[in-house]
C-alpha cells in the first residue's frame, strides 16, 4: 500500500495559495465588461449537452494504525479494492452566459461488475506478524460524482482556446466486500469525496472539424466514509465504523471531437484521477455502546478510463 508512517500533509500553504487563487479568478470575474457591446450581444450555440458511456477502473485503498500516535502496531488493518471494474454513463451540460464566461454541470454513474479486494490485519509494524488475510471479491457497488464549474476564457484565437475556471465536486462510491464460499458476508463500505476545485485546459482546433483538448483540475478535498461489517457481533450496525480526514488531488482529461453537422459532434475522451488523504480518524461503534478511536493512516485512490459520447449543440 501506499501508506507509510510518514504523514502525508495537506499542506497549509498550499491551501493558502489554493484560496488566493479562488479570489483571483473572483476578481477576474467581476471585472467581466457585461455591459459592453460585445457583451450584450448575442452568443450563438451557446448551450451544448453531451452524454456517453464510461469505463473506469480503480485502486482504491486504506489503512489504520493500533493507537491515535500511529503505532502499536503502525499498520493494524489495511483494506486494498484493486482492480475495481465499473462501467456506465456519464452527462454534462455547458452554457456560455458571456463570451469569456460559461458554466458547466457534470454527472456520471459507475457500477462496479468486476472487482477484488483484500483485508489483512496484522500484530507487527510495517505489515508484519499478519494476523488476519482475507481474500474477497467486490464485484458489486456504485461510483457516483456530481459537479459544477465557472470557466473563463484567457486567450482565443482560430486555433487556440485556453480557459481557467473553479469548481465544486462530490463523489460517493460504495464498495462491497462479497465471498462466494459465504453469502452472508456482505459488509459495505461507503466514501464520499467533496470539495472546491482549481481548473484549467487548453484547446487546439485541428481542423474546422476536428478538435483536441487537454483539461487538468486541482481538488482541495473533504473525506467521510462509513463501513458495516456485517457477519461481525461486535460491531453495532448498519454503521460499525466511520472515517474522516482532509486531502488533495488532481484530475487529467485528453479529449478529441469531430464535428459531424452544425449541431451534432462526437467525443472520446480518457481520463484519470489521483486523490489521497492525510491521517484522520477511524471512530468504532461497539456492540456494547463503547466508541473507542485510533489513527486512520490515510485513503488513496487512483482510476483511469475511458468515455466515448456525442454532443448536441443549440
Known amino acids: 500500500m501506499y501508506i507509510n508512517n510518514n504523514k502525508i500533509m495537506v499542506p497549509e500553504n498550499l491551501q493558502r495559495v489554493f484560496y488566493k487563487l479562488l479570489a483571483v479568478f473572483a476578481l477576474l470575474l467581476l471585472n467581466v465588461d457585461v455591459n459592453s457591446q460585445h457583451a450584450l450581444q448575442p452568443i450563438q450555440n451557446n448551450l451544448s449537452m453531451k452524454l456517453g458511456g464510461e469505463y473506469r477502473k480503480t485502486d482504491f485503498r486504506w489503512s489504520i494504525a493500533g493507537n491515535m500516535d500511529g503505532k502499536d502496531p503502525n499498520i493494524y488493518s489495511e483494506l486494498i479494492f484493486n482492480p475495481i471494474q465499473a462501467a456506465g454513463f456519464y452527462a454534462d451540460a455547458n452554457y456560455r452566459l458571456l463570451s469569456k464566461l460559461s458554466i458547466q454541470l457534470h454527472y456520471n454513474q459507475l457500477y462496479t461488475y468486476k472487482g477484488r479486494v483484500t483485508d489483512f490485519d496484522y500484530e507487527g509494524d510495517n505489515r508484519t506478524l499478519p494476523v488476519v488475510q482475507l481474500y474477497l471479491k467486490s464485484h458489486k457497488g456504485t461510483m457516483r460524482t456530481t459537479g459544477g464549474n465557472i470557466h473563463y476564457t484567457a486567450f482565443k484565437n482560430p486555433s487556440w482556446n485556453i480557459e481557467t475556471g473553479v469548481g465544486y465536486t462530490a463523489t460517493k462510491e460504495l464498495f462491497y466486500l462479497l465471498d462466494d464460499q459465504n453469502s452472508d458476508l456482505r459488509s459495505t463500505y461507503t466514501a464520499q469525496w467533496k470539495g472546491p476545485s482549481l ?95 485510533t489513527r486512520m493512516n490515510g485513503a488513496f485512490k487512483k482510476s483511469n478510463g475511458w468515455r466515448a459520447g456525442i454532443i448536441y449543440v443549440f
Open 199 to 293: 481548473i484549467g485546459g487548453v484547446e487546439w482546433y485541428c481542423s474546422k472539424k476536428i478538435y483536441a483538448g487537454v483539461h487538468a483540475a486541482l481538488h482541495i478535498l473533504k473525506y467521510d466514509a462509513e463501513a458495516n461489517w456485517n457477519l461481525i457481533q461486535e460491531f453495532r450496525h448498519p454503521v460499525s465504523f466511520v472515517h474522516d480526514a482532509k486531502g488533495i488531488g488532481w484530475d487529467l482529461k485528453a479529449y478529441m471531437g469531430y464535428k459531424l453537422t452544425r449541431h451534432f459532434e462526437i467525443n472520446a475522451e480518457w481520463v484519470y484521477n489521483n486523490w489521497k488523504t492525510n491521517h484522520g480518524t477511524d471512530r468504532l461503534f461497539l456492540a456494547n455502546g463503547e466508541t473507542p478511536e
